[in-house]
């Protein structure tokens, strides 16, 4: 760290004021300490000629000299300490700390000398004599000493916001005379109090105008119990305490304001400099006065992403009070924004992020200002990041406008459900209760609705007990069972189970092995209970490390300053350029699946719930991301009916089965057939293994050693017991046929168990596993539609309301900034808003996915007979088995500032994809794709040394592939060759084969000849220690040539296709369509001129995980509600 000054006027006594060119002299210590610096730090721009110019002066005489005055306590505090270490590598800045003892004691012509001056106010600092320091020396002022005046005093603080036309909260300022506290403009009454004329009714604030007065007091309304709230410094674990009194204090002079209703959160900001700002919240001292500490003790601040209404504030704010490094407090509320408070020099506690940004902005400005009067060679680093430009597939240079992703949750325990039919009026009460009657259908995840469910079941059981002739029509068993799983982990949790009502007009359709008994007429409710399917530890690393890794997508991606890459992406989120919104559906996992990804991208630190509350939008809005399975459209029906046909046929597949079941001649779904042969002898070895596997458990049980095994994720083997004995009760039915339907849950339940319980060493677990895969291979994706055709009805069913929003996003970006925009080279410094990148992420399940990619597979977005590199991704899609967890579809828009801006050339989209996290035994045949954004031939010669661990991060295959090879030759995958998958840390150094301009090796090539497949951006992202967090495979460019005006026009087609029936219901909100949901609507059209080849893609499997990840720029623009227009299609598909 650097030494503070050995003592005053060391320096000589001349006066050197800014403009000076004199040499700067480092006292000893100083000059030591940095000489030392000096050799290892030259910074590569000023080595060479400049260097030479000037070797007869010795570099250490011409430094800048930069001072920190301030008490101690801050001067020495760690943020300070962190910061200065940062700053001490800018090579020509030197650093003196002032003695607290010389600031106290000694006249200012005895203060060390400096060029720049960091000084401060704080309890007991003389800032007279900070004053009179700065007109006897004229140094840089990094923060003005007299406005700091003003900052003490909350009137001047509020005079100086309302000038600046900044949103205050209502106030009104009460002075008093000390002597003479009695005559003031005070009335107060039970329930508020007038000042000066002005009213302000309870709940309202009283601040002691004296800003170093932490003592605020909130008062509450009789209606609310009254009393009053006294907010303090925290002392400890608490900032502020209940009090009964309810009148206003008599003496001193206080602002009174209204109060404003947040949710519970302040936020804090804090700015460096006009151009950067960094927010996070803290829980509102005034909600319950108990401080939130983590496991180390310090204040828990959620991280926060600010509007563009609110970075304005913040150049505002910083401008107006003079103060380059400055804190305030936000007020959220009613949609608005409310400065409350400006705190004047403040920093980030504990944030290596901010610390870095922070010393590259103060060394940057010191430098700009300083070292021309130093004649320092010394130019603005055109930072890469600043500016997302990339090299595209004709040579110009692109700049990045807006990243979509469409992404799978992760990793899950399996997921269960069970279905009874119930009549009770006590149900019929509880569905209209809940307004289940205006749509049909109702929906119940809140503890309180599941206590009401969990009651029913425990009335109509004991009523069951004493009359077993009564006119209870539900079964014992489905009832007993239902209150088993409500009465699970002894609370509710949303996120655990929910509970399913539909209406059924005359009683249920005979469907499965469930419902045997003979129906009654009469209406009914079927009651879909589901539980299980919470995301996994594992899951949860999965999707931070995909987050980490989807940072790198972007140009710029590796920050030079911070030791890990995607820092330039992490500072363009504080710096106001980007526009993040992340979406999720209402499923618990999907949720925290997008929490956690969050929590990597933006390099956050903490629990995953207050980065869910802050920064994910649960998009249950019109069915965006959710789907309603129990409702299936007619074709789906359809589908699902003439595949149990086929697949239980007790023989061989014929090649009319093949005609039938793979129209598309889908090489994984053909190959799954192969391994099939006969689907119902599979089904009798699936069978048979089950019962093997139940048996095995109930020895285990029977055994005492292991009866009180711990199983993952804190499941016993009582429990897995029931897990499989309802798939071995389920699987085969009464009249000795296959229920197929439950083929998906056993390959969900045996994956999950052959990768987390493998422990348990059970016999044939694995030929269970490849028996159910195969199976389901056919099943999951045929579910989605068997024919082209009705892929389309089905995938348009689930996903127009997305597709609308995807063009929605892709439409803003290009419109936003038609207007005057600067080109981005010339805008460096300029706050313009609208200069930004757009990232939206839209978490979401399985059927979306499926939905998704078969749009674009068949709904004629290009014709692969003329176009080879679509007919290179259709090939490698279907040979793809199953989009497992951590799917990713990433559309990428470029514009090219040298063209016309009404030219189709302008705007360049791509299309990547990853089928997510890695199976167990997918070494061997894994399809292969071309990388990410394939590489132009400069790149060939650059093949990494296969294994080190920069090969995970460009994993190339072992020769070039030339246009002509199939793309489907199963060949060993080049991503999973290095079976040593090194931590997250690697990433920092991105492998010397890069470009090292700071465009992350983002070349595409020309036309479409594809050389070498593209350095991925992405290190395999495996863990040490953590074996079962499987990899996810790199994201493969499906194509990186597209105009914008294609992909408008063909999502325009896909969405208007479907929607020629429901014009009308385009506009209505979700609610008051899902009563029609259950009808065809979504089948009248015909399909679309489609094109590729079969999808055969399918649910989640084993997830090992590896990453080659987009990486997702970061933003900041307040929670907007996604667009209501979007059809609401309510589909919700169990996953």
């Known amino acids: 760290m650097c030494e503070p000054c050995e003592g005053p006027g060391e320096r000589g006594g001349e006066r050197r004021g800014m403009g000076d060119t004199g040499d700067v002299v480092g006292s000893e210590d100083d000059e030591q300490h940095f000489g030392e610096m000096e050799t290892s730090l030259k910074n590569e721009m000023f080595q060479g000629e400049e260097m030479e110019d000037d070797e007869d002066e010795s570099p250490p005489e011409r430094q800048i000299v930069v001072g920190i005055c301030a008490m101690m306590k801050k001067s020495k505090s760690k943020p300070m300490t962190q910061i200065l270490e940062r700053l001490c590598k800018f090579d020509y800045i030197d650093m003196v700390i002032f003695p607290e003892e010389v600031i106290l004691e000694e006249p200012v012509e005895k203060w060390p000398l400096c060029d720049c001056l960091i000084s401060f106010h704080s309890k007991g600092f003389p800032l007279d004599k900070a004053v009179d320091y700065v007109k006897l020396r004229n140094p840089l002022l990094i923060n003005d000493l007299n406005m700091q005046y003003f900052i003490q005093d909350r009137r001047e603080v509020y005079r100086i916001l309302k000038e600046e036309g900044i949103d205050l909260p209502r106030y009104a300022v009460l002075n008093r005379d000390p002597d003479n506290p009695e005559e003031c403009n005070l009335v107060e009454a039970e329930d508020h109090v007038e000042v000066n004329g002005e009213v302000f009714h309870k709940p309202f604030v009283e601040k002691p105008v004296c800003a170093e007065d932490h003592n605020v007091y909130i008062y509450y309304p009789t209606s609310a119990g009254g009393g009053s709230q006294r907010l303090f410094r925290k002392i400890g674990s608490r900032s502020s305490v209940y009090s009964p009194e309810t009148s206003v204090r008599k003496t001193g002079s206080y602002i009174y304001e209204e109060f404003m209703p947040t949710d519970g959160t302040d936020v804090k900001v804090y ?9 996070e919240a803290r829980k509102s001292p005034a909600l319950d006065g108990k401080v939130e500490r983590d496991s180390e003790g310090k204040e828990i601040r959620y991280p926060v992403m600010l509007t563009a209404m609110e970075k304005l504030v913040a150049r505002k704010v910083c401008l107006a009070f003079k103060q380059t490094v400055c804190g305030f407090d936000l007020l959220r509320a009613n949609g608005h924004s409310f400065v409350c408070d400006v705190n004047g020099f403040s920093f980030v506690k504990n944030s290596m992020k901010y610390y870095d940004d922070c010393a590259k902005v103060l060394g940057n400005m010191v430098m700009r200002e300083l070292a021309p009067h130093f004649h320092i060679p010394w130019s603005i680093p055109m930072e890469a990041e600043d500016i997302p430009i990339v090299p ?16 799978r949750h992760g990793d899950r325990t399996p997921k269960q459900k069970m279905k009874m039919e119930v009549r009770h009026p006590l149900f019929f009460e509880l569905f209209e209760k809940h307004g289940g009657n205006k749509s049909g259908k109702l929906k119940l995840k809140k503890p309180k609705q599941l206590q009401e469910v969990l009651d029913i079941a425990r009335l109509l059981l004991v009523e069951l007990g004493q009359h077993t002739d009564c006119e209870i029509e539900e079964k014992k068993s489905k009832l007993a069972q239902l209150k088993t799983v409500l009465e699970m982990y002894g609370h509710f949790s949303g996120i655990n189970r929910k509970v399913q009502l539909t209406y059924l007009r005359s009683g249920q359709p005979k469907a499965s092995s469930e419902e045997e008994d003979s129906k009654k007429d009469g209406p009914s409710l079927l009651l ?48 106001y350029r980007h526009d993040l919104k992340i979406y999720a559906s209402d499923e618990g996992r999907v949720q925290m699946t997008a929490a956690a990804f969050a929590k990597g991208l933006l390099a956050l630190e903490g629990e995953l719930t207050p980065i869910l509350v802050q920064m994910v939008k649960s998009a249950n809005m019109n069915g965006l991301l959710d789907s309603d399975s129990d409702s299936l459209t007619d074709c789906q029906q359809k589908v699902k009916a003439s595949l149990h046909e086929i697949m239980q046929k007790d023989q061989d597949f014929t090649p009319e089965n093949y005609d039938k079941l793979a129209p598309t ?8 057939m192969k391994v099939i042969e006969n689907p119902v002898k599979t089904c009798d070895k699936v069978y048979t293994l089950i019962q093997s596997l139940t048996s095995q458990i109930r020895k285990r ?48 339940c045996i994956k999950y168990d052959t990768q987390h319980n493998s422990s348990l060493a059970l016999e044939d677990t694995l030929e269970l596993f490849r028996l159910s895969r195969a199976l389901a291979d056919i099943v999951i994706p045929q579910e989605y539609g068997i024919s082209k055709a009705e892929k389309l009805d089905i995938s348009q069913a689930y996903c127009v309301p997305l597709l609308k929003k995807i063009q929605l996003d892709l439409q803003r970006t290009h419109e936003d900034e038609a207007v005057n925009k600067l080109h981005p080279l010339y805008s460096r410094g300029v706050m313009s808003p609208g200069r930004h990148v757009r990232t939206r992420l839209y978490f979401t399940s399985e059927s979306h996915v499926h939905s998704l990619l078969s749009i674009f597979r068949y709904g004629g977005l290009l014709d692969e007979e003329k176009d080879q590199q679509w007919k290179q991704a259709m090939d490698y899609l279907s040979a793809v088995t199953e989009l497992n967890y951590m799917t990713q579809i990433v559309i990428m828009l470029y ?14 989209v791509e299309l990547h994809f990853s089928p997510g996290v890695k199976g167990c035994d997918d070494e061997e045949n894994v399809p292969l794709g071309f990388g990410f954004r394939p590489a132009s031939s400069e790149n060939q010669d650059k093949k990494p040394n296969q294994g080190s661990l920069e090969d995970l991060s460009q994993d190339q295959p ?15 995958s080049p991503m999973i060759r290095n079976r040593k998958t090194g931590s997250m840390e690697v990433l920092s150094e991105t492998s010397p084969t890069q470009s090292t301009k700071g465009s992350m090796s983002h070349r595409l090539f020309p036309s479409c000849s594809r050389q070498s497949p593209e350095i991925k951006p992405t290190i395999g992202l495996g863990f040490e220690g953590c074996s079962m967090v499987p ?38 909100l979700s609610s008051l369509f899902n009563s029609q949901s259950q009808t065809s609507l979504y089948c009248l059209q015909q399909p679309l001129s489609s094109s590729g080849s079969e999808t055969s893609l399918r649910p989640p499997s084993q997830p090992l995980w590896h990453g080659s990840i987009p990486s997702s720029a970061v933003s900041s623009a307040g929670p907007s509600s996604p667009v209501t227009d979007s059809s609401g299609m309510n589909f919700s598909f169990s996953e």
């Open 701 to 748: 049980l029977e055994d005492p050693k292991s009866a009180d095994l711990q199983l993952y994720h804190s499941e016993t083997l009582e429990l897995m017991l029931q897990r499989w004995s309802k798939l071995e009760r389920d699987f085969r039915m009464k009249n000795g046929r296959y229920d197929i339907s439950k083929i998906p849950d056993i390959y969900d």
């Open 665 to 672: 001649g889908s090489p994984s779904l053909v190959n799954s």
């Open 528 to 575: 879909v209970l589901k539980w299980g399917g919470e995301l996994t530890p594992a899951g949860r690393v999965q999707a931070e490390e995909l987050g980490r890794a989807f940072r790198c997508m972007y140009p710029g991606g590796q920050g030079d300053y911070a030791g890990f890459p995607g820092c330039g992406l992490l500072r363009l989120h504080s710096t």
């Open 392 to 407: 595209t597939t004709s040579g110009t240079m692109m700049e990045l406008r807006c990243v979509i992703a469409i992404i």
């Open 271 to 279: 700015t460096v400099g006009p151009d950067y700002a960094h927010a």
């Open 895 to 908: 514009e090219d500032n040298d063209k016309d801006p009404s030219s189709e050339e302008r705007f360049h």
């Open 1031 to 1068: 990899s996810i495979y790199p994201l493969e460019t499906l194509h990186n040539l597209l105009s914008l005006k294609q992909v408008e026009e063909f999502l325009s087609r896909v969405c208007e296709s479907s929607s020629d029936a429901h014009a009308k219901t385009m506009k209505a």
């Open 958 to 972: 072992d020769q070039a592939l030339h246009i002509s090879d199939p793309i489907n030759i199963q060949r060993r």
